[in-house]
């Protein structure tokens, strides 16, 4: 008796035109998901490159086994209501400038290799961080990464890559200032003098820096630091630590890990999460565990960091 094989699983996939590697060819890629038993349906009418990829994917999502999502952090970032709503596992795609939840998940960065990793791997159990009902994979700050945000373009980030963090982020530095906010945690306030405070999910964020040196996109919690310095250069001799994740040791950083914190300050401030200004202080930030499932290496089969060529915050 011959065994029948199994049907192809149908993934609905969107890939954000406007991401810093949006244009790549998908004919290679469709073929790779085709060769792994999974056949990609992409949306088409008026649903073809919208910008709202959530909406795209609740009105597309029935019938389908998984979402695969092309683009950055931001892409994804948008996606996570849908995600969360359809509890569909995801494929990513990393073509944005940063990609840092690729990152924090150790898949290649490479789109064709990415591909290969959606067929392959198992769909892990991944949290999501939570800030006034905005949604979030990497981190979400206030201060000076939030003002990084409003000031980096899309085109500046499409054009310059990773580099045109650099340029946004040295003309930003000595005008920044700090500023005073008060941190409500486990019972817990304080009001302190920052220029950034910074509430981490995964483990890499802005263009690889790391939250801190032992936290991950699945451990339940939420890593918070604030970047305490009397003077801007100050930030410039803690990038190493910043880049590594031990910055948590510097005796001008308050580092501490929870699962819920809420942060004020005396006028609403911009809140980023995932290089995207969402809300505004008063900021209360929660941690959602398993939240949704993005196929993946299981966290010990990661590697501890995937370096390069990056930019601050």
């Known amino acids: 008796m011959v065994a029948m094989s199994a049907p192809p699983r149908r993934a609905l996939m969107l890939v954000n035109p406007n991401a810093r590697n949006g244009g790549v060819p998908l004919d290679e890629i469709r073929e790779i998901l085709r060769s792994g038993g999974i056949e990609p349906v992409e949306p088409g009418g008026p649903d073809s490159g919208q ?3 959530s909406a795209v994917i609740a009105r597309n999502a029935k019938g389908a086994d998984l979402i695969i999502l092309g683009g950055g952090d931001g892409t994804l970032n948008a996606a996570a209501p849908a995600l969360v709503e359809t509890g569909l596992p995801l494929g990513i795609l990393p073509l944005g400038t940063a990609n840092d939840l690729a990152r924090s998940l150790g898949l290649p960065l490479d789109p064709l290799a990415a591909a290969r990793a959606i067929t392959t791997e198992a769909a892990q159990p ?3 961080g939570c800030v006034n009902g905005h949604y979030y994979f990497n981190v979400a700050s206030i201060g000076f990464s939030a003002d990084l945000a409003g000031e980096l373009t899309a085109e500046a980030k499409k054009k310059w890559g990773t580099v045109g963090y650099a340029i946004a982020a040295f003309r930003l530095l000595r005008r920044a200032r700090p500023f005073s906010i008060t941190i409500e945690h486990d ?3 304080e009001k302190v003098t920052t220029i950034q405070a910074s509430v981490g999910n995964g483990r ?4 690889g820096m790391t939250v801190s040196e032992d936290a991950t996109v699945d451990d339940g919690k ?6 305490e310095v009397d003077h801007w250069w100050r930030l410039i001799a803690l990038l190493p630590a910043l ?3 031990t910055h948590g040791e510097a005796a001008d950083v308050r580092a501490f890990r929870t699962t819920e914190i809420v942060l004020k300050t005396k006028k609403p401030r911009p809140v980023n999460t995932d290089g995207e200004l969402a809300t505004h202080t008063p900021a209360h930030f929660k941690v959602l565990p398993k939240a949704v499932r993005i196929f993946a ?3 010990s089969a990661r590697p501890s960091a995937q370096t390069g060529f990056r930019m601050p915050f």
């Open 126 to 128: 991944v949290d999501l």
């Open 222 to 227: 939420l890593d918070f630091y604030s970047l």
């Open 51 to 53: 910008a709202d990829c």
């Open 243 to 245: 880049r590594r994740g």
């Open 297 to 299: 290496p299981e966290r």
């Open 187 to 189: 019972g817990k306030v």
């Open 204 to 207: 890499h964020y802005g263009g």
